[in-house]
């Protein structure tokens, strides 16, 4: 989680320095608009990449769990199926 912040952080400073580089250059009001509204669809771009990563990673943990959750119950019937036979075959 440390990295995470970190690169948040780093996100956030970038995007206040580029604001305030934009609005203290002296051009017009419609180009510093316009520059101010690029800098923040770049800034939103980057950060739902960061977002759709980490769900991605999200849903490949959660499909690592199934699949071992499944790997579990199959050993286990297994387990239980073979003392079943054997129980049997000790009651003969």
């Given at each position: 989680?440390?990295?995470g912040k ?87």
């Open positions: 989680m440390n990295s970190l690169v948040l952080g780093v996100l956030g400073g970038l995007a206040a320095g580029a604001l305030m580089g934009v609005l203290f250059a002296p051009e017009k009001g419609s180009k510093t608009r316009r520059k101010i509204m690029n800098k923040a669809n770049d800034g939103a771009d980057a950060l739902k990449d960061k977002f759709d990563s980490l769900l991605e990673s999200m849903n490949d943990k959660y499909e690592d769990i199934w699949k071992a959750k499944d790997e579990l119950i199959s050993e286990g019937e297994s387990k239980l199926n073979a003392v079943k036979k054997e129980l049997k075959s000790l009651e003969r």
